[in-house]
Protein backbone atom coordinates (compact mmCIF):
# COMPACT_ATOMS: atom_id res chain seq x y z
CA UNK A 1 0.00 0.00 0.00
CA UNK A 2 1.15 3.55 -0.91
CA UNK A 3 1.88 5.75 2.12
CA UNK A 4 1.74 9.63 1.32
CA UNK A 5 3.35 12.52 3.26
CA UNK A 6 2.23 16.18 2.32
CA UNK A 7 4.52 19.15 2.95
CA UNK A 8 5.16 22.38 1.81
CA UNK A 9 1.95 24.44 3.20
CA UNK A 10 2.82 27.75 4.86
CA UNK A 11 1.15 31.17 5.78
CA UNK A 12 1.33 33.17 2.70
CA UNK A 13 -0.66 36.78 1.59
CA UNK A 14 -3.08 36.80 -1.40
CA UNK A 15 -1.43 37.04 -4.83
CA UNK A 16 1.47 35.13 -3.33
CA UNK A 17 2.57 31.68 -4.19
CA UNK A 18 3.42 28.14 -2.56
CA UNK A 19 4.75 24.82 -3.88
CA UNK A 20 3.48 21.45 -2.08
CA UNK A 21 5.05 18.27 -2.54
CA UNK A 22 3.74 14.79 -1.49
CA UNK A 23 6.24 12.37 -1.06
CA UNK A 24 5.01 8.56 -1.44
CA UNK A 25 6.15 5.17 -0.56
CA UNK A 26 5.89 1.81 -2.11
CA UNK A 27 7.33 0.54 -5.49
CA UNK A 28 3.57 0.73 -7.06
CA UNK A 29 3.30 4.55 -6.93
CA UNK A 30 4.25 5.54 -10.90
CA UNK A 31 1.27 2.77 -11.52
CA UNK A 32 -1.24 5.59 -10.08
CA UNK A 33 -3.12 8.66 -11.02
CA UNK A 34 -2.61 10.84 -8.31
CA UNK A 35 -4.53 13.97 -7.10
CA UNK A 36 -4.54 16.93 -4.62
CA UNK A 37 -7.67 17.65 -2.52
CA UNK A 38 -8.17 19.82 0.33
CA UNK A 39 -10.90 20.46 3.15
CA UNK A 40 -11.40 23.98 4.82
CA UNK A 41 -12.61 23.89 8.17
CA UNK A 42 -16.43 23.09 8.47
CA UNK A 43 -16.53 22.07 5.05
CA UNK A 44 -16.47 18.79 3.34
CA UNK A 45 -13.00 17.40 1.18
CA UNK A 46 -12.85 18.61 -2.34
CA UNK A 47 -11.13 17.63 -5.13
CA UNK A 48 -8.65 20.15 -6.41
CA UNK A 49 -6.40 18.81 -8.91
CA UNK A 50 -5.67 15.30 -11.03
CA UNK A 51 -2.71 13.85 -12.92
CA UNK A 52 -2.21 10.64 -14.58
CA UNK A 53 0.33 7.89 -14.11
CA UNK A 54 2.35 9.08 -17.14
CA UNK A 55 1.93 12.90 -16.33
CA UNK A 56 0.18 13.37 -19.97
CA UNK A 57 -2.91 14.38 -18.83
CA UNK A 58 -4.18 17.16 -16.21
CA UNK A 59 -7.25 17.99 -14.78
CA UNK A 60 -8.35 20.34 -12.48
CA UNK A 61 -11.28 22.16 -10.79
CA UNK A 62 -12.98 25.12 -11.91
CA UNK A 63 -11.98 26.99 -8.60
CA UNK A 64 -8.16 26.73 -9.37
CA UNK A 65 -8.22 26.50 -13.12
CA UNK A 66 -5.17 28.50 -14.57
CA UNK A 67 -3.88 29.19 -11.21
CA UNK A 68 -2.39 25.89 -10.05
CA UNK A 69 -0.61 23.36 -11.74
CA UNK A 70 -0.12 19.82 -10.67
CA UNK A 71 2.80 17.29 -11.59
CA UNK A 72 4.92 14.72 -10.99
CA UNK A 73 8.05 12.73 -10.78
CA UNK A 74 7.68 8.92 -10.94
CA UNK A 75 11.83 9.01 -10.22
CA UNK A 76 11.29 10.43 -7.23
CA UNK A 77 7.95 9.02 -5.79
CA UNK A 78 6.66 12.84 -5.76
CA UNK A 79 3.69 14.63 -6.81
CA UNK A 80 3.82 18.47 -6.52
CA UNK A 81 0.87 21.14 -7.23
CA UNK A 82 2.03 24.33 -7.79
CA UNK A 83 0.12 27.22 -6.55
CA UNK A 84 0.01 31.24 -7.85
CA UNK A 85 -2.58 33.85 -7.03
CA UNK A 86 -3.25 32.74 -4.36
CA UNK A 87 -6.75 33.46 -2.75
CA UNK A 88 -8.20 33.80 0.67
CA UNK A 89 -10.69 31.04 -0.14
CA UNK A 90 -8.06 28.68 -1.12
CA UNK A 91 -7.28 28.50 2.65
CA UNK A 92 -7.49 24.49 3.91
CA UNK A 93 -5.62 21.36 4.56
CA UNK A 94 -4.33 20.11 1.65
CA UNK A 95 -3.92 16.14 0.77
CA UNK A 96 -2.75 14.14 -1.97
CA UNK A 97 -4.33 10.79 -2.76
CA UNK A 98 -4.43 8.11 -5.47
CA UNK A 99 -6.59 7.56 -7.85
CA UNK A 100 -8.64 5.23 -9.36
CA UNK A 101 -10.43 5.12 -13.08
CA UNK A 102 -10.10 7.79 -15.11
CA UNK A 103 -8.72 11.39 -13.53
CA UNK A 104 -12.23 13.04 -14.94
CA UNK A 105 -13.68 11.36 -12.11
CA UNK A 106 -11.34 11.30 -9.59
CA UNK A 107 -12.01 8.79 -6.73
CA UNK A 108 -9.26 8.55 -4.23
CA UNK A 109 -8.17 5.57 -2.80
CA UNK A 110 -6.27 3.98 0.31
CA UNK A 111 -4.76 5.74 3.46
CA UNK A 112 -5.03 9.92 3.45
CA UNK A 113 -1.70 11.52 4.61
CA UNK A 114 -1.83 13.92 7.30
CA UNK A 115 -2.24 17.11 4.72
CA UNK A 116 -0.06 20.50 4.79
CA UNK A 117 -1.97 23.50 5.91
CA UNK A 118 -2.57 26.28 3.58
CA UNK A 119 -3.19 29.73 4.89
CA UNK A 120 -3.64 32.53 3.10
CA UNK A 121 -3.87 35.94 4.61
CA UNK A 122 -6.30 38.62 2.62
Known amino acids: QVQLVESGGGLVQAGGSLRLSCAAS????????MGWFRQAPGKEREFVAAISWSAMSTYYANSVKGRFTISRDNAKNTVYLQMNSLKFEDTAVYYC???????????????WGQGTQVTVSS
Open 26 to 33: GHTFSSYA
Open 97 to 111: ACLKGSILTPVPFGS
